[in-house]
């Protein structure tokens, strides 16, 4: 069973397009997140959520919207897509332990995204 | 703000060698976690190793251990008896520990591309 799943893996699309990825853990954790890595594979935190709230936000273009339904989902949603956006975004989840203590972030496979 | 670096953009080894990967970090925190993650051309993100900062034993998975020098604000990978699946790039990672959880992002490096030679 798929602990982090994203969908889709590849997204190609044009410039002006607005476009979703999804992103689901089956892990019960609390705690999601969104990162990007650019072309120079450098991994940077985007949002973070905790219980359907959004934790963080790291300066990032209101374009990007990230959206909880529930705990076990985080959707990201892109407006107006430009070509700076092409990356490889990648959804994590981690659970905080009773301590408060956390241990590692359990990434989704990641999502290409191609803008033309 | 916390920083990662990490100095080596590529490294090669002889399979069987063993080959060590830098890392380091500023941080004011005093509690913090350090982690290696593995992303090979699959792009998954692998956990390969975590360190708790209060804890200091350095972390040992199989092949794979730390070190861990506090002070020095260092956190350098050894893979011993190197094999080709190890081959990708290694990314060091930093997240402050806080109280009751919270949701704070990891903080990486820039990565390392390991090269493992037959």
């Known amino acids: 069973d798929t602990a982090v799943s994203q969908t889709p893996k590849y997204l190609v699309t044009q410039m002006g397009n607005d476009k979703s990825i999804k992103c689901e853990q089956n892990?019960?954790?609390?705690?999601m997140y969104w990162y990007k890595q650019d072309s120079k594979k450098f991994l940077k935190i985007m949002f973070s959520?905790?219980?359907?709230?959004?934790?963080i936000n790291e300066t990032v273009p209101n374009r990007f919207s990230p959206k909880s339904p529930d705990k076990a989902h985080l959707n990201l949603h892109i407006n107006s897509l430009e070509l700076g956006d092409s990356a490889v975004y990648f959804c994590?989840?981690?659970?905080?332990?009773?301590?408060?203590?956390?241990?590692?972030?359990?990434f989704g496979p990641g999502t290409r995204l191609t803008v033309t | 703000a916390q920083t990662v670096t990490q100095s080596q953009p590529e490294m090669s080894v002889q399979e069987a060698e063993t080959v060590t990967l830098s890392c380091t970090y500023d941080?004011?925190?005093?509690?913090?976690?350090l982690f290696w993650y593995k992303q090979p051309p699959s792009r998954q993100m692998i956990l390969v190793i975590r360190?708790?900062?209060?804890?200091?034993q350095n972390a040992t998975e199989n092949r794979f251990s730390v070190n861990f020098q506090k002070a020095a604000k260092s956190f350098s990978l050894k893979i011993s008896d190197s094999q080709l699946g190890d081959a990708a790039m290694y990314f060091c990672?930093?997240?402050?520990?806080?109280?009751?959880?919270?949701?704070?992002?990891?903080?990486f490096g820039k990565g390392t591309h390991l090269i493992i030679q037959p």
């Open positions: 994590a989840s981690s659970q905080p332990s009773f301590s408060g203590y956390h241990y590692e972030q359990y």
């Open positions: 892990l019960g954790h609390d705690t």
């Open positions: 959520y905790n219980n359907k709230e959004l934790i």
């Open positions: 941080t004011s925190e005093s509690d913090y976690y």
């Open positions: 360190q708790e900062a209060y804890k200091q």
């Open positions: 990672a930093y997240r402050r520990h806080q109280v009751g959880g919270g949701a704070d992002g990891l903080t």
